[in-house]
């Protein structure tokens, strides 16, 4: 099993940046596919970025030269830095760690992010 703590979320007005942060409670080097999502009110939680262990990303089309998804695997943290935020990017994000070998999918408790006009 792996605990995954977020932070970083916030209030920031349209246009500004953000970084959000992961922290892993193991080791997450090789094991696990890793990943941010986010939920906003009324809708159903969606993907924003994937990294894999060797560096491999993925992104939502929504976000795509905007966001940039990154992982320290020495500090096993996962980041998410946002730049040109926009009011529709106004959501819970939430940290996914994925075990390669079972498919089990791990859920931090997520953190706020507001984005105002």
């Known amino acids: 099993q792996v605990q995954l703590v977020e932070s970083g979320g916030g209030l920031v007005q349209a246009g500004g940046s953000l970084r959000l942060s992961c922290a892993a409670s193991?080791?997450?080097?090789?094991?696990?596919?890793m990943g941010w999502y986010r939920q906003a009110p009324g809708k159903q939680r969606e993907l924003v970025a994937t990294i894999t262990s060797i560096g491999n990303t993925n992104y939502a089309t929504s976000v795509k030269g905007r966001f940039t998804i990154s992982r320290d695997n020495a500090k096993n943290t996962v980041y998410l830095q946002m730049n040109s935020l926009k009011p529709e990017d106004t959501a819970v994000y939430y940290c996914?760690?994925?075990?390669?070998?079972?498919?089990?999918?791990?859920w931090g408790k997520g953190t706020q992010v507001t984005v105002s006009s």
């Open positions: 193991r080791t997450i080097s090789s094991a696990y596919v």
């Open positions: 996914n760690g994925r075990q390669i070998l079972s498919g089990i999918d791990y």
